[in-house]
């Protein structure tokens, strides 16, 4: 997962893979088939412990609205660290984004679940007066992922703790 998470699909080479997996060559096809379904073992792999620990702050003990700031700070916690790779959903997204089938389509699902997710908890932040009631909850949700999105692309790109940080605090502004 390190080497796909930090490189690529297109960057990881065979060699690289293998190394990491201390197998050989064979072995890596007898098991996973091609570097494809590797890639998408990685994914799964990634969804069952990144993303099922992000749904975890979201749906955690505090309030709906104190539970969706939760993670936004968790992700400025991530973010800020320097060996960062972003996120592997919104890696994938950016490498293989054009396509409509296989993992950028499963890419795209995982996004439309966290926007589903974030919405479900703005209407119950609503409900009990943490929001105003004309916050557009499916909007404040896009605009979330689209956050997260941006600064997976900013710790990939090397922007610092400080820039990071200051994008986390703009995004609980907003937040209220």
């Known amino acids: ?40 073992k990685v994914f799964d792999l990634y969804q069952q412990t990144e993303f099922e620990n992000a749904l975890k702050v979201l749906n955690g003990p505090d309030s709906p609205l104190q539970n969706v700031r939760n993670l936004v700070r968790c992700w400025g916690e991530v973010m800020s660290q320097p060996d960062c790779k972003g996120c592997l959903v919104s890696n994938t997204l950016i490498e293989f984004g054009k396509e409509t089938q296989g993992i950028a389509q499963r890419a795209r699902a995982l996004v439309d679940s966290m926007r589903t997710a974030f919405a479900e908890k703005l209407a ?19 605009f979330l992922v689209a956050s997260a999105q941006g600064l997976s692309v ?13 994008t986390v605090n703009t995004i609980l502004r907003v937040l209220g």
């Open 154 to 166: 900013m710790a990939r790109s090397g922007a610092g703790k400080e820039t990071i940080q200051g």
């Open 1 to 40: 997962m390190e080497v796909f998470w930090r490189q690529g699909f297109e960057g990881a080479s065979c060699d690289d893979l293998l190394s990491a997996m201390n197998i050989r060559c064979g072995s890596m096809y007898s098991t996973f088939g091609d570097k494809e379904t590797l890639y998408e």
């Open 124 to 142: 119950a932040a609503k409900q009990q007066g943490e929001l105003s009631q004309e916050v557009d909850e499916q909007e404040l949700a896009a």
